[in-house]
């Protein structure tokens, strides 16, 4: 990690600009063209097989950027991995295109710092049935003064038959990690409940007037984290403003909603610290 400090905007940047060079060059791609969005994933059930070996070396690297610094790499790489038991040329190029995306985008940051005035703020979103078995996908992105210091993009257990379902299964999983989100903010020194953003009206007014016991289950189970002060309350968010988006599919230019800023050239009058993990 490299832990880029600028002391007149009293902010931190932390990225991993070597390890993306070194990973480049390990799978000899550093002279690849980039390019500057992700691409949607259409499987071929006609493309050829291949060793399956390279594939999960790759993807493998790629979690290491995915799961540290670089939350926009979430969807796609776990998306992929879901392919590599049947890997093909067509998963290998897919692979190669996030490279090209990685290699344009090596200078990627987490910004740290008080970017916003918004306190604690959770964003949830997900996608219906658009994984493998048709499986739903639910992404959760948590930010602190508008840095962002939590993400998670996840294939639901649970089989949703529609979108308002999908919705409030991703909303139970986000509000249930407060359990542990909730103290480690306290220990920031943050006395602040989290303002959860969701982007489906339906899944707030379902809340109220749940359609059976299975969706009352859960939407008890929100309603009572609200009446016990864990929530602080439940807004709505348009879907071109909800940074969670970016963590169920591919929607292209993200960065910005992500909390993440383009450092590609170290400037002046900044602490740099570099940390190598063995790990």
């Known amino acids: ?3 880029e400090r600028d002391r007149s905007k009293k902010l931190i940047y932390i990225n991993q600009i070597d390890y993306t060079d070194s990973i480049l060059d390990r799978f000899n791609l550093s002279d690849i063209k980039p390019i500057d969005k992700l691409h949607k994933f259409v499987p071929d059930v006609n493309s050829e097989s291949i060793d399956k070996n ?9 979690q290491y950027l995915a799961c540290r610094t670089r939350p926009d790499l979430a969807y796609i790489v776990g998306r992929l991995a879901q392919e590599i038991p049947n890997s093909t040329v067509n ?4 692979i190669t295109n996030v490279f090209r995306y990685v290699k344009f985008s090596r200078g990627y940051s987490l910004v740290l710092g008080n970017v916003d005035k918004q306190p604690y703020v959770i964003f949830v979103d997900a996608s219906h049935g658009q994984e493998t078995k048709s499986r739903s996908r639910s992404g959760c992105i948590v930010k602190v003064f508008g840095s962002t210091i939590y993400w998670s993009s996840t294939i639901q257990e649970i089989q949703a038959l529609s979108t308002a379902e ?41 809340l109220e007037r749940p359609r059976n016991k299975k969706f009352k289950l859960r939407a008890d189970f929100v309603k009572d984290q609200l009446d016990r002060g864990e929530i602080y309350c439940l807004n ?14 591919v929607i292209g230019h993200v960065s910005g909603l992500l909390g993440l800023q383009d450092r590609s050239f170290i400037r002046r009058g900044m602490l740099v610290l570099t940390y190598w993990s063995t790990q």
């Open 1 to 3: 990690l490299t832990i």
């Open 54 to 62: 390279e594939m999960e070396q790759k993807i493998g690297s790629l």
């Open 91 to 94: 998963l290998r190029n897919a």
């Open 166 to 206: 999908t919705e409030l299964n991703a909303l139970t999983f986000a509000v249930d990690q407060l359990s542990w989100l909730n103290p480690l903010i306290k220990e920031f020194g943050i006395n602040s409940k989290p303002t959860i953003m969701e982007d489906n009206q339906a899944v707030l007014s379902m």
């Open 236 to 249: 709505y968010k348009p879907s071109k403003e909800q940074a969670a988006d970016a963590l169920t599919k």
